[in-house]
T-cell receptor, first 113, second 117 residues
Framework: QQQVKQSPQSLIVQKGGIPIINCAYENTAFDYFPWYQQFPGKGPALLIAIRPDVSEKKEGRFTISFNKSAKQFSLHIMDSQPGDSATYFCAASMKGSARQLTFGSGTQLTVLP | GAVVSQHPSRVICKSGTSVKIECRSLDFQATTMFWYRQFPKQSLMLMATSNEGSKATYEQGVEKDKFLINHASLTLSTLTVTSAHPEDSSFYIC?????????????FGSGTQLSVL
């Protein structure tokens, strides 16, 4: 019940394309869903996050869509660029756990020039 | 966002030596910090939760005598890999959040690549 399932494992798109990464969770106690971007040899960087009372959140070229009833959320990257090539992790946390994050398995995104 | 500084970024050591990794919250106080381990092309695996002024909480399967955690102040947690062996070679990352602001956000250090020869 603590798992967050992420797909796809890898994704290749052309520059300007819109990669979509999907995550699903089981534990309805999760109430905070962040996405992280990680470059090789670096720590994850917080990209964008959403709470379950909102169905969509947009920050720059990054958009999270959230479906509470389906217990799914996804990351869309608009007008993707080669510099977006990185590994993306979805995560979830809940109150009472010191906000410990449960991570998805990661998606390696490659944006071709 | 809040800044978490991790040092060193890379360390190479001989088998049997101990290595200390520092994690500092630069612009906020962190009563709780988290330590992760990450293997190539894999997700982050939580090792332990570091609590200021008290003992760390270790995840199942993580040897507390092997991975010593000290959180002596509100801005510093350290992870010491004792008597390191080649199988301890990995990427270690810390994270912390500014709970004083009531935020759910967690920020990560830049990671430490440990190579044990």
């Amino acid at each position: 019940q603590q798992q967050v399932k992420q797909s796809p494992q890898s994704l290749i798109v052309q520059k300007g394309g819109i990669p979509i990464i999907n995550c699903a969770y089981e534990n309805t106690a999760f109430d905070y869903f962040p996405w992280y971007q990680q470059f090789p040899g670096k720590g994850p960087a917080l990209l964008i996050a959403i709470r379950p009372d909102v169905s969509e959140k947009k920050e720059g070229r990054f958009t999270i869509s959230f479906n509470k009833s389906a217990k799914q959320f996804s990351l869309h990257i608009m007008d993707s660029q080669p510099g977006d090539s990185a590994t993306y992790f979805c995560a979830a946390s809940m109150k009472g756990s010191a906000r410990q994050l449960t991570f998805g398995s990661g998606t390696q995104l490659t944006v071709l020039p | 966002g809040a800044v978490v500084s991790q040092h060193p970024s890379r360390v190479i050591c001989k088998s049997g030596t101990s290595v200390k990794i520092e994690c500092r919250s630069l612009d906020f106080q962190a009563t709780t910090m988290f330590w992760y381990r990450q293997f190539p092309k894999q997700s982050l695996m939580l090792m332990a939760t570091s609590n200021e002024g008290s003992k760390a909480t270790y995840e199942q399967g993580v040897e507390k005598d092997k991975f010593l955690i000290n959180h002596a102040s509100l801005t510093l947690s350290t992870l010491t890999v004792t008597s390191a062996h080649p199988e301890d070679s990995s990427f270690y990352i810390c994270s912390a959040g500014d709970r004083g602001q009531g935020s759910e956000k967690l920020f990560f250090g830049s990671g430490t690549q440990l190579s044990v020869l």
